[in-house]
Structures are given as C-alpha cells and as structure tokens.
C-alpha cells in the first residue's frame, strides 16, 4: 500500500500540468539570498515576474575576488518553465520544467553534461538551491543553501 501511494505520489509531481504553466508559480524565487562558507560567497537576485519572465544574477566570489557570475531568465514557453542559464566562461543552456509546486521546482536537460538538474525549493526565509547530475560515472549534486539577505543598493 505504501509503495503504491509513493508511486502515485511520485507520478503525480512529475506529471506533466494539465493547465499551462506561469512564471507566477514560481514568483516565490523573487528576492535577494546569499550563501557563505568561509571566505566563499554565492548570491543570487532574482527580480519579481513581468512579461512573462522572471531574470536572476548571480555571482560567486572569494575574499575579494570574483570567481564567477551567471545570468539566467526563467520565460513561459509551449505550457512550460524554461530556464535559459548563462554562465561566464561556459556555453548557455536551456532546461524544462519538470516539476513546479508553490515552493519548489525542478528543471531538467538531459543532453545537457553537467548539470542535467537544477532545482529550487523554498522554506520561508530558506532558499535550497541545487544542482544534479552525472560526473565520473557517479550522479553528483552540489547544495547551496541560501538565507534570504536584503537587496541593497539604498
């Protein structure tokens, strides 16, 4: 009975939405957060939905150098999410939606190296951010549990 309900469960998330999908389900990205480990910084700025979109910065730095930054625009396209990530140094990449809640969501590309998965979930003023997929024959993923950080700039 419980491996039933769990699949059920599972099919359900996963199946694709019988209404198409809005840039506002997922406006609860909206916000600056910041993760730190020792001298390692990692932000992200997402801006609140318009036109369909929603745009993020992101920038890793260490001590006081930049090591990297990305863009990415999350856009309605044919009934889904589609995050267009944009990351110095690398190729841009496109990833679906493959599971959108009020507080997580999952986008894939499976010809995609690495990652394959990016995922969101949010938990009030917690941001779990992470991304998945195949290296050196094992799945990898890598956590960056952001806290929700004022914006600045005032």
């Not at 889904?80 to 939606?97: C, D, I, K, T």
Request: proline share 5%; charged share 25%; glycine share 8%.
């Amino acid at each position: 009975m419980k491996l039933a309900l769990a699949l059920t469960l599972s099919v359900a998330l996963h199946a694709p939405a019988s209404q198409p999908l809005s840039i506002d389900d997922v406006a609860w990205l909206a916000g600056c957060w910041e993760y730190s480990s020792g001298s390692r910084t990692v932000e992200e700025h997402w801006l609140a939905p318009r036109a369909h979109t929603m745009v993020n910065v992101g920038r890793t730095v260490q001590a006081d150098k930049l090591v990297e930054y990305e863009t990415v625009v999350i856009r309605e396209q044919d009934g889904r999410l589609a995050y267009q990530a944009h990351p110095s140094g690398q190729p841009s990449a496109v990833f679906m939606s493959r599971m959108v809640s009020n507080r997580e969501v999952v986008f894939e590309n499976l010809q995609h190296d690495f990652p394959q998965r990016v995922g969101y979930k949010r938990d009030g003023d917690a941001l779990l951010a992470w991304i998945e997929g195949p290296r050196n024959g094992q799945t990898r993923r890598i956590e960056f549990p952001y806290r929700k950080v004022g914006c600045g700039g005032d």
